[in-house]
């Protein structure tokens, strides 16, 4: 593997002639027509914050391990990605090849649901807070006597506002119908679950544990569609099935080890957001590359 210093680190994209249509905390959305193109960039955000730092490949991992999944799980729900391919976006991008290559995706332009969509299969993050907090979590009481990091007899389905401003806030079923209806409320509620769980298996044979996710989903004249990432460390909590400890934190493969290294120098979540240090930059990348290789089977191009 080469040293994860000598890679560049791309923090922000610039293509011009080119039109921006938004930019993520992560991503840099560019317009292409009737459809769009979606860059990964290297950025981190931690606690609804971007951080001082890039994190090397971690664009290429968040597109490639989207792609995989997209393609994997394409039984289950119809979803945006078209291609990664420069050559097949519209002329304008063609000049930026090689800053395309690898970190972006054509996707088809549909109408966001401003809901994150998440399953959890064991009780960690803030649903482990909202439970010892009231036995509960997203408005679904749970057993009593839970660990951090148990098992929960079945997958539960809660959802969050999606914000792009502020915090994203954990909400009930109920109050997820009030905002977007019933039926469709009702229709991705039981996707997540069918990708989730179809995700999970494949992860347990890859020897991971994949604690909980999130899902994204948009609308066009053809119906639901799943959108923006797919099972990435971004998005999903991915445990080593062999280190499993229930009652405390576990090791992971994912974003965690970055948020956990910030609690422990105290950071007060307000801005300016740090730096992080060359050996979390560098351990970060790692964990990246690993969680490709495992759920994949192959290296990261």
């Not at 001082?52 to 289950?76: C, H, R, Y």
């Not at 990605?81 to 332009?109: C, I, Q």
């Not at 399953?119 to 960690?124: I, P």
Request: charged content about 20%; overall charge negative.
């Amino acid at each position: 593997m080469e040293n994860v210093f000598t890679i560049p680190i791309v923090t922000t994209t610039d293509f011009p002639g080119v039109e921006i249509f938004s930019r993520g905390k992560v991503r840099d959305i560019y317009r292409a027509g009737d459809r769009l193109v979606m860059v990964a960039t290297d950025r981190i955000s931690a606690f609804d914050f971007v951080l001082a730092s890039g994190i090397p490949f971690k664009g290429q991992v968040l597109t490639q391990l989207s792609i995989f999944w997209f393609e994997f799980l394409d039984g289950i729900v119809t979803n945006h990605f078209l291609s990664s391919n420069p050559d097949h976006y519209p002329e304008t991008f063609r000049p930026f090849r090689n800053e395309l290559a690898g970190r972006s995706m054509l996707v088809k332009a549909v109408r966001p649901i401003p809901i994150e969509c998440v399953v959890r299969g064991y009780l960690s993050g803030s649903s482990w807070k909202e439970y010892q907090a009231s036995g509960a979590t997203a408005g679904l009481a749970l057993p009593g006597g839970l660990r951090e990091s148990d098992r929960l007899s079945e997958p539960i389905f809660t959802p969050a506002t999606k914000s792009h401003t502020g915090h994203d806030e954990n909400i009930s079923f109920a109050q997820m119908e009030a905002q977007i209806g019933a039926s469709l409320a009702a229709k991705l509620r039981d996707l997540s679950m069918s990708l989730y769980l179809s995700a999970a298996r494949h992860a347990e044979q890859c020897g991971i544990i994949l604690a909980d996710t999130k899902f994204e989903f948009g609308q066009d004249d053809s119906g639901v569609m799943w959108i923006d990432e797919a099972l990435t460390p971004d998005s999903s909590r991915f445990w080593p099935r062999d280190a499993y400890r229930p009652g405390g934190p576990q090791a992971s493969l994912d974003k965690q080890y970055v948020r956990d290294y910030l609690e422990s120098i105290a950071w007060n979540k307000q801005p300016p957001a740090p730096a992080l240090p060359p050996h979390v930059v560098e351990q970060t990348a790692l964990k990246y590359l690993e969680i490709f290789r495992l759920l994949t089977g192959r290296e990261l191009k």
